[in-house]
């Protein structure tokens, strides 16, 4: 996959695509119906497939004060939609004077000038521009002034009509239901980050843990998790079973929530790597010990209890 963080970056030959636009949070079922979509259009037309979607997320910037929200930072978005096989990711940078683009001033800048579209898909859902003036019906009379086609994407549902999106998964995640919500993304939630050093508690009991902080990760439930925690090697990602704590740690006084997952039956040095943390199951919700012993004895049971849950699959 080819990435562009600009539409002047795009050689004349990438020029054409059939491409995706969205922001794609989560890359869930619906976004690959969507994507996919664009993919079988690009290949039948014999052109390139590409999304287009944009960073930072625009409700970050109308709504800076908002806590964390994010399913997938960029990193882990661009990961996810490289895996779905598409040949181009064009990056739009939103800031203020991005808001404030007109849906036609979108089309004439970017779809048609910049892009040269050939064939553009969006969900049932999609908005753009301006006061989100755009929308699919609006793109479909751009596209038969400019001579690009437009296909809708409606909604995707599971078999008992529950719609596959990004709120779906936030719901389930904060609700600790991490099960749910990997089936509405169709792979497991994770969080990704640097391990960065903590204060070394666990390791003095025999369970030393990663640290991630959750930048502008969503907060879900807070507590106690089954995992699985991927490691790079030789470029590919060696994955394995652990427990993690996600939350304040309030029995040691914490203040600042982040994520310390504990690898069973490996001593690794993860300090500045990246790791990636499946959240597979949620075991219990945060809460404060009277004692750091007390503490310990929980701590073993939780390992215990997230092994059977991982052995069971």
Known sequence: MRLYRHTADLPAEERGAVVAL??????????????????RLAAEMGVPSAVVTFEPHPRSVFRPDDPPFRLTPFRVKTRHIEALGVDQLIVCHFDDSFRHKTAQAFVDEILVAGLGVRHVVCGYDFLFGHKRSGDPAFLLKAGRAQGF????????????????????????LTAGRPREAAFVLGHPWEIEGRVVHGDQRGRTI??????????????????????????????????LPGVANLGARPTVDGTVARLEAHLFDV?????????RV????????????????????????????????????
Request: no cysteine; hydrophobic share 40%.
């Open 267 to 275: 001593d690794l040095d993860l300090y500045d790597l990246h790791l």
């Open 149 to 172: 086609g437009v296909t809708e994407v409606g909604p995707v549902s599971d078999e008992q009509g529950g719609v596959y999106s990004s709120t779906r998964v936030r719901d389930a």
């Open 22 to 39: 969205g922001n794609f949070d989560g890359v869930h079922r619906g976004h690959q119906t969507v994507i996919g979509t664009a993919q």
């Open 278 to 313: 499946q959240m597979i199951d949620f075991l219990r919700p945060e809460m404060k010990f009277p004692s750091f012993d007390v503490l310990k004895d929980q701590i073993v049971k939780d390992a215990a209890a997230a092994r059977a849950v991982l052995a069971a699959g």
């Open 206 to 239: 025999g369970f030393p843990t990663a640290n991630i902080e959750l930048g502008e990760y969503l907060r879900p439930a807070f507590g106690v998790y089954a995992v699985r925690a991927g490691i790079d090697r030789a470029g590919e990602t060696v994955w």
